[in-house]
T-cell receptor, first 113, second 116 residues
């Protein structure tokens, strides 16, 4: 168990809808990273927050947004969902702001129908 | 452009034999290199990293990796494979731009099968 929690575990929704994925980092970790894992794209870095501030941005679509709250938990919002957004979404946390070792949560499997 | 390649989709090794999982990278500056492992229905687990210093890096579960700057490689190795090492292995590279342009790129993964 990495100490990173993600909810929900599974999510099934329809095209055009909006969903929110939640992540609680390990105790003491200030960084939260979001990733998307799919069969065709592999594991893609989406965005990083460090102590409440956006720190780095990867291949995140404009339909997606994230934030990190004062208690350091983070939410990833996915809107206007398309079939191609179906994937496993991972959150990871770390102590530093610099992509050092990351501790991954179990993931949220999103299915868009 | 920053990239990382894992040339083998799958590697099969007999239990007790040494294993190698290959990774090559391309970055504009000095690389930060990582190996992660993913077991079925689980998130990734950190194995080891190279930032600077000794080219041979030791990590979790008896794994090690050798940084080779001239060949731009960071191959993962273990002297004696266990059946429990069977999993999906990811190599990753971070290219340091500073600030919001920092990125990490993961390879496509190599599935390691250890045969009993």
């Amino acid at each position: 168990d990495s100490g990173v929690t993600q909810t929900p575990k599974h999510l099934i929704t329809a095209t055009g809808q909006r969903v929110t994925l939640r992540c609680s980092p390990r105790s003491g970790d200030l960084s939260v990273y979001w990733y998307q894992q799919s069969l065709d794209q592999g594991l893609q870095f989406l965005i990083q927050y460090y102590n409440g501030e956006e720190r780095a941005k990867g291949n995140i679509l404009e339909r997606f947004s994230a934030q990190q709250f004062p208690d350091l938990h983070s939410e990833l919002n996915l809107s206007s969902l398309e079939l191609g957004d179906s994937a496993l979404y991972f959150c990871a946390s770390g102590t530093s702001g610099s992509f050092y070792e990351q501790y991954f949560g179990p993931g949220t499997r999103l299915t868009v129908t | 452009a920053q990239s990382v390649a894992q040339p083998e989709d799958q590697v099969n090794v007999a239990e007790g034999n040494p294993l190698t999982v290959k990774c090559t990278y391309s970055v504009s500056g000095n690389p930060y290199l990582f190996w992660y492992v993913q077991y079925p229905n689980r998130g990734l687990q950190f194995l080891l990293k190279y930032i600077t210093g000794d080219n041979l890096v030791k990590g979790s579960y008896g794994f090690e990796a050798e940084f080779n700057k001239s060949q731009t490689s960071f191959h993962l190795k273990k002297p004696s494979a266990l059946v429990s090492d069977s999993a999906l292995y990811f190599c990753a590279v971070r290219d340091f731009y500073g600030g919001r342009d920092d990125k990490i790129i993961f390879g496509k993964g190599t599935r390691l099968h250890i045969l009993p």
